[in-house]
């Protein structure tokens, strides 16, 4: 197995056209026409994580934080990025982060806070908007079921619960071909009409390209007509953060400590008590001060995440708990995940879990 296929495995699993705009996810380093021997999985690609690879011969390190964030303008081991970068390229290492391309599926970086947390049937939180996409095409009648069976194959037709979902009108459809067509009904230079279906189907973003070529494959016209758009609809199932509720409501303090085992975290830090008991909870791992407003609004009486500043302890307004669990804490559950998702789908070489903590806090 190639680099090319193991990212192609991550990008099914944890699409980039999920991840945000700031973030910088994919293959950062290596080939991808290299042959992988083994695959480290560690949570960020510093340089003691490559000498690890290294002693444990794996060529492929996949990893949740990008080492690479922002540009590179020289390569001259100033800093622990051009370190880490130029040992990796000197020793033949590819690197591959996913970032939030995870942090946005169901189940992804949140809902493995979630299984920590016991909490039942969580739902994303912030749901991904203009990532639906509509398309509208024309099809003769006896064509319709194989283009429909070929895009319901392609993942297109999938909202929330059910799949192969679509709409279709019957009605004629017009055109000519000038000289240089080869019209597979009608003849060239004339206007043919044609009884034709039209077919509306929606899909995820980052099925596009895999649903027009489907798309240009299976039709039979040698010109195509079609139409996407963007819907304004949230994606219920992709999106950052989530929520649900715990089995047992337990107090504040109750909940402090249950949150500080299950994170392993030094300290907590926290909001004001409301003195309500806590049974919603909304979870964001990393930096999710921005979830706040959220998970006010949803009911949640408890936010665990990450980052927050001084005054983002004042948005808690009484409303809610806000706990600041650290951020490597806050996804400390994604590299076990990640290596889980390798195991199941590579069986050709070892899927290794890095032992080196790369946790740059420390608590006194």
């Not at 990893?63 to 622990?80: A, D, E, M, T, W």
């Not at 994303?124 to 194959?153: G, M, V």
């Amino acid at each position: 197995m190639k680099v090319h296929q193991v990212s192609v495995l991550l990008n099914d699993w944890a699409p980039l056209a999920y991840a945000e705009d700031f973030d910088n996810v994919g293959l950062l380093v290596g080939n991808t026409h290299q042959k992988v021997s083994n695959i480290l999985v560690s949570h960020d690609a510093l340089e003691n994580v490559v000498d690890e690879a290294i002693r444990k011969d794996c060529n492929l390190i996949v990893c949740f934080h990008p080492i690479i964030f922002s540009g590179l303008k020289r390569l001259v081991g100033q800093n622990y990025v051009q370190r880490s970068v130029q040992k990796a390229i000197k020793n033949d290492i590819a690197i591959y982060a996913v970032h939030t391309g995870l942090d946005n599926m169901s189940k992804g970086v949140n809902f493995a806070m979630c299984n920590a947390l016991d909490i039942d049937f969580p739902k994303i939180l912030i749901p991904k908007k203009n990532h639906i996409l509509k398309l509208t095409t024309y099809i003769p009648h006896t064509h319709t079921e194989q283009l429909l069976s070929a895009l319901f194959d392609a993942g297109a037709g999938s909202i929330g619960n059910y799949d192969e979902c679509s709409f279709t009108t019957k009605g004629n459809g017009t055109y000519r071909g000038n000289e240089l067509s080869n019209p597979v009904l009608g003849e060239k230079g004339k206007r043919h009409t044609e009884p034709e279906t039209q077919i509306s189907i929606s899909f995820e973003k980052h099925l596009q390209s895999k649903i027009l070529n489907t798309l240009i494959a299976t039709h039979p016209y040698e010109e195509v007509a079609y139409e996407v758009t963007t819907l304004q609809n949230a994606l219920q199932t992709v999106g950052m953060g989530m929520i649900g509720d715990l089995k047992d409501k337990m107090s504040e303090k109750a909940f402090l400590a249950f949150a500080k085992a299950k994170f392993k975290t030094g300290n907590i830090r926290h909001s004001q008590l409301t003195g309500n008991s806590i049974q919603k909870v909304a979870v964001l791992g990393g930096s999710g001060a921005f979830a706040i407003e959220a998970a006010i609004s949803q009911g949640a009486d408890a936010l665990i995440t990450a980052d927050l500043k001084y005054h983002d302890f004042y948005k808690a307004e009484n409303k809610i708990i806000l706990l600041d669990v650290g951020h490597y804490e806050s996804e400390r559950f994604t590299k076990n995940l990640i290596a889980g998702y390798l195991t199941e789908k590579i069986s050709t070489f070892a899927i290794i879990l890095s032992e080196e903590n790369t946790n740059p806090i420390n608590y006194f």
